[in-house]
């Protein structure tokens, strides 16, 4: 019987092909900081994953004749040379779909909230293909960040690029943040892709999307300063990687690089320690490839392709107002456009401190809704004039009343531009405060009172002009009785507001007066008999 059962087991192993199979495995020669060089790949490919001991992941950058040199994406300490590695076959790819959604994700895709592992049933590679110029749609819907000043004079459109420059601390991440909490009730998913942050400043920004209700429409992927030089390199591949799912299922999609300068040195210190070749300010030459391969896959589909876009927001840091340094010079010429923050407006209290004469939209207009272009058309250049008009006025000259009453329009205007964090403000708002302020209706409002009369005005039109709030949403134009009906209820609001103010003013100096002559009688009484020495 086991006679039997052996020759039936020969007749089946007879009767099946084996075909040996072939695995490369490497060894590990050496060992930098954040980088590995390893023997023994002949046919590894280009960003190819090469797995180490400890789970610790690495993407093959150099491809030379006796070995490759390979960027870790996890920690170092462990890792010793002779260590064993292995290929994948494979790129470097990030789950992606609905399940991401509310979650904070490092670079690779794993959880960094408490909420469990990431459920995700589909992987893009983080390395893709731009869309092709034939696949791609006009960029002409808003995207609305709230933020008057910007959607005013410096419009955004659904697929734009739109560069935020600026000196540490004045106010960059800021406008990204309310541009996202913006999309609170739109379609639109944001990204927020940050880059070398430090941990504090990534929580705060996170609890700030939680404190508004939009995190359950946003991703946030992080890669903090404390992480390899690897895992900051990939971190804004993996967030479009993200970001282009959605995009190519017909949704709009914002994502926010925070900072593209971190993200710079990341790629110069694995160059240097790669042994590339430095060029300027020891940058490898090829860093503007990186960052415009990047941000070419930020688009507006067209309909046969989904219809989605991925609008772009990458943030860059300069120092000491130099615009034409090396990094944001190639960042101006990749994007469509730049808003610039100014140290100098900042430090005046002119919140945000976009500067108009230096922020530019190469898009403007056609993103537009009809009812901006009617209203703030000569806006941005008269403001201009404004800006320069204060400037020469410094100098003491004598001014013409029609120059002068110019300086005082153009003083208005910067007051009606200024708009706290967190407040972001409905197209119908910023159509009724800025048609009120260029008609002529806050000219007679001191400045210290422009805020005051503000507020009542963006409550007022909303809830007395509904039916007209929403026709300017869907991009109806501004006809002339809308714009009489506007003017109507700003004016009734203004004149209400500053008769209260008069009236609080005038119990004010009364109740003023009066405390003013209680204590003449106490001093009276104060100096009588019974008071320092007795006659």
């Known amino acids: 019987m086991i006679q039997g059962t052996v020759s039936a087991i020969q007749d089946v192993l007879e009767g099946m092909e ?31 994953l090469i797995r180490f001991p400890y789970r610790v992941l690495g993407i093959a950058f150099n491809l030379e004749e006796e070995e490759v040199a390979s960027v870790l994406l996890g920690p170092s300490e462990e890792l010793q040379a002779g260590q064993e590695v292995h290929r994948t076959g494979r790129v470097l790819d990030v789950p992606v779909g609905e399940g991401l959604l509310g979650r904070i994700i490092d670079p690779l895709g794993r959880p960094l909230d408490t909420l469990g592992p990431v459920h995700s049933s589909e992987r893009n590679s983080i390395q893709r293909e731009a869309p092709a110029i034939m696949d791609r749609d006009p960029v002409n819907t808003p995207l609305q960040t709230g933020i008057q000043v910007i959607d005013a004079l410096i419009p955004i459109g659904r697929g734009q690029r739109e560069l935020i420059l600026g000196d540490r601390q004045t106010g960059k991440t800021a406008i990204a943040v309310d541009t996202i909490i913006n999309q609170k009730n739109s379609d639109v998913i944001s990204v927020y892709c940050a880059i070398g942050e430090r941990s504090t400043a990534v929580k705060k920004v996170v609890g700030d ?143 945000p401190a976009v500067d108009v004469g230096t922020s530019v939209s190469r898009v403007g207009g056609k993103t537009q809704l009809n009812a901006y272009r009617a209203v703030a058309g000569d806006l941005r250049l008269s403001y201009s004039q404004f800006e320069e008009l204060e400037a020469f006025s410094r100098f003491g000259t004598r001014l013409e009343e029609d120059t002068q009453q110019q300086l005082e329009r153009g003083r208005r205007v910067r007051e009606i531009l200024k708009q706290p964090q967190y407040t972001p403000m409905s197209v119908p708002e910023q159509i009724a405060v800025l048609l009120s302020v260029t008609e002529g209706l806050f000219d007679p409002v001191p400045l210290a009172d422009i805020s005051k009369v503000k507020e009542p005005i963006r409550r007022e039109i909303t809830k007395s002009l509904p039916d007209l709030s929403r026709r300017i949403l869907e991009g109806k134009p501004l006809e002339e009785r809308d714009r009489k009906a506007i003017l109507d209820v700003a004016q009734r609001v203004i004149d209400t507001t500053l008769g209260l103010k008069r009236d609080e003013d005038t119990r004010r100096d009364q109740e003023e007066d009066k405390g003013d002559g209680r204590s003449e009688v106490r001093g009276a009484d104060d100096e009588g008999p019974g008071s320092g020495e007795h006659p």
């Open 18 to 48: 084996f075909e040996p199979e072939s695995q490369e495995i490497g060894v590990i020669r050496s060992i930098g900081d954040g980088i590995a060089w390893v023997s023994g790949l002949p046919g590894v490919q280009s960003e190819e």
């Open 209 to 351: 999307l939680k404190s508004h209700g939009v995190m359950d429409d946003c991703i946030v992927v992080v890669s903090t300063g404390e992480d390899t030089p690897g895992l900051k390199y990939i971190a804004p591949y993996s967030a479009t990687a993200i970001a282009e799912y959605f995009m190519q299922r017909g949704r709009d999609v914002l994502i926010v690089y925070d900072d593209m300068t971190r993200h710079a040195r990341a790629y110069r210190e694995l160059s240097l320690l790669l042994r590339r070749p430095p060029a300027r300010e020891a940058y490898p030459g090829d860093i503007f490839y990186i960052h415009s391969r990047l941000l070419e896959r930020s688009t507006h589909l067209r309909k046969e392709h989904g219809g989605g876009s991925l609008t772009a927001l990458p943030i860059i840091e300069t120092q000491a107002q130099n615009i034409s340094a090396y990094i944001p010079t190639n960042l101006v010429s990749i994007t469509d456009g730049q808003i610039y923050l100014s140290p100098r407006l900042f430090a005046e209290g002119l919140l």
